[in-house]
Nanobody, 127 residues
Framework: QLQLVESGGGLVQPGGSLRLSCTDSEVTLDYYAIAWIRQAPGKEREGVSCTLSGGGSTDYADSVKGRFTIARDNAKNTVYLQMNSLKSEDTAVYYC???WGCGYDMYYAQPGGMDYYGKGTLVTVSS
């Protein structure tokens, strides 16, 4: 069973960058689709990005296209979310999730859309 652990969150100024990491100490993440999902205070959860297993296709929310990049480092068994040009509206708890696919129409962002979830890491974008 996966135990996903996120890291890399923190406080950053608007326009800045952060890189989030998602890893599991025992299970190979490349066997799974991996998604990043976020939830801002008082708002519904939102899909950010999802990548299929084995170097398959990736998907991004329109709100982050051109600014965020999801990438795997299989040697480190880690999936990254590189976040550039951050905006205040990117402030949220970011969760890593794993499953067997990303689905259509950002199904991965729905409750239960993925099979395993981490505990999240907080990203705060503020001056």
């Amino acid at each position: 069973q996966l135990q996903l652990v996120e890291s890399g969150g923190g406080l950053v100024q608007p326009g800045g960058s952060l890189r989030l990491s998602c890893t599991d100490s025992e299970v190979t993440l490349d066997y799974y689709a991996i998604a990043w999902i976020r939830q801002a205070p008082g708002k519904e959860r939102e899909g950010v990005s999802c990548t299929l297993s084995g170097g398959g296709s990736t998907d991004y929310a329109d709100s982050v296209k051109g600014r965020f990049t999801i990438a795997r480092d299989n040697a480190k068994n880690t999936v990254y979310l590189q976040m550039n040009s951050l905006k205040s509206e990117d402030t949220a708890v970011y969760y890593c999730a794993a499953g067997w696919g990303c689905g259509y129409d950002m199904y991965y962002a729905q409750p239960g859309g993925m099979d395993y979830y981490g505990k999240g890491t907080l990203v705060t974008v503020s001056s």
